[in-house]
């Protein structure tokens, strides 16, 4: 058994004898650099840039299918210089005193565009407005900025004097014949629709000073044709956009329902929001569309009538109200109530 067992070790002696030294270190040592220039070799086509088709249609950001090549949106818009920067940020702060000397240097130098606009659209004008900075708009129309729609944001924003100020500039440059400032811009890019002229966004707006000061100036909001008009603008205006023709009447009816616009405008207020009143329920019926649009105008003229009545102060004034007709005498006091104004509301179905 010992002898076996011996020759057993003999033999794996003169085995590990017959190899040579470090032979297995040597092995592993091979092994190892081919891992590595194996794993090197796929780094390298990792970082090799694949080749790419450009007519392939890519995933864009939002993950709509894209074209490699396409202008974004924020490629359009063209980019501010430096100086162009302080200009708008001076306007924003209300720096007037280095806006004004911005402005110089520009008509010296023209080494700003005065009319930039900031990446919201918003030029150096709009911002003294929505800042309601009437020192920095009078510096920017007396350095003859272009106003363009500025008008109407300031009577979205009501900014009374900025309106009075703009309107006064508007008469200067205007040249008849020829559109204002806000009707020249594209309809593509114009905040606001053709349609949309300053006595209608002041009456939207509600905004008895502005509606008076631009009535005063001759301004005027014509009644809109009916909604089965044949005429020839109708007909074209309903086939180009029929969407932009109906929403253009719905415009004009929320003007014509605005009771300041009433109030300063006719001289029957109560008569006009009755008659109103009864079109607008008409025309809640033949536009599905707009009908809770046209209901909710409705209501706000009940609500203005009613109102009127709340404004009596004696029963005096109350007789003369109810007994009011248009077409005859006076009322007097003493005489027959014949309730005249009471008659026309239940036949105009005026519930309130």
């Not at 920017?140 to 100020?165: C, G």
């Not at 001289?267 to 909710?296: C, G, M, N, V």
Request: charged share 30%.
């Amino acid at each position: 058994m010992n002898c076996c067992m011996k020759s057993a070790g003999e033999d794996e002696e003169d085995a590990n004898e017959s190899s040579p030294p470090h032979s297995g270190a040597r092995r592993n040592t091979d092994t190892y650099i081919d891992i590595i220039k194996s794993e090197g070799a796929a780094m390298m086509c990792l970082l090799e840039k694949p080749l790419v088709d450009k007519k392939v249609k890519r995933h864009s950001i939002h993950g709509m299918m894209e074209e490699e090549n396409v202008i974004r949106p924020h490629q359009e818009i063209a980019q501010l210089s430096l100086e162009e920067k302080k200009f708008l940020l001076a306007v924003e702060r209300g720096d007037v005193a280095s806006t004004r000397r911005m402005l110089k240097k520009a008509e010296e130098t023209n080494y700003i565009n005065i009319n930039c606009v900031d990446p919201l659209g918003r030029s150096a004008l709009l911002m003294a407005i929505d800042n309601e900075n009437l020192e920095m708009v009078e510096l920017l129309i007396a350095h003859r900025v272009e106003t363009k729609d500025a008008l109407l944001h300031a009577i979205s924003e009501e900014f009374v004097e900025a309106v009075e100020v703009l309107l006064e500039h508007e008469e200067t440059i205007h040249k008849p014949g020829e559109p204002h400032s806000w009707e020249a811009l594209p309809p593509d890019t114009a905040t606001f629709t053709p349609d949309i002229t300053p006595l209608i966004l002041s009456a939207h707006r509600d905004n008895y000073e502005i509606i008076k000061i631009l009535l005063d100036r001759g301004a005027t909001l014509p009644m809109p044709h009916d909604v089965r008009c044949g005429c020839d603008e109708c007909v074209t205006s309903r086939m180009e956009d029929s969407l932009r023709h109906s929403r253009s009447r719905i415009n004009a009816y929320r003007a014509l329902a605005s009771p300041s616009l009433i109030a300063l405008s006719s001289k029957d207020p109560i008569l006009t929001a009755f008659e109103l009143s009864w079109e607008l329920r008409r025309l809640s019926f033949l536009e599905h569309e707009f009908k809770i649009e046209y209901q909710e105008l409705r209501r706000q003229c009940q609500d203005f009538a009613t109102a009127l009545l709340d404004h009596t102060r004696s029963s005096y004034e109350l007789e003369v109200l109810l007994n009011h007709d248009p077409t005859g005498p006076a009322f007097e006091h003493g005489e027959r109530m014949h309730l005249n104004r009471l008659k026309l509301a239940i036949k105009l179905r005026q519930k309130k």
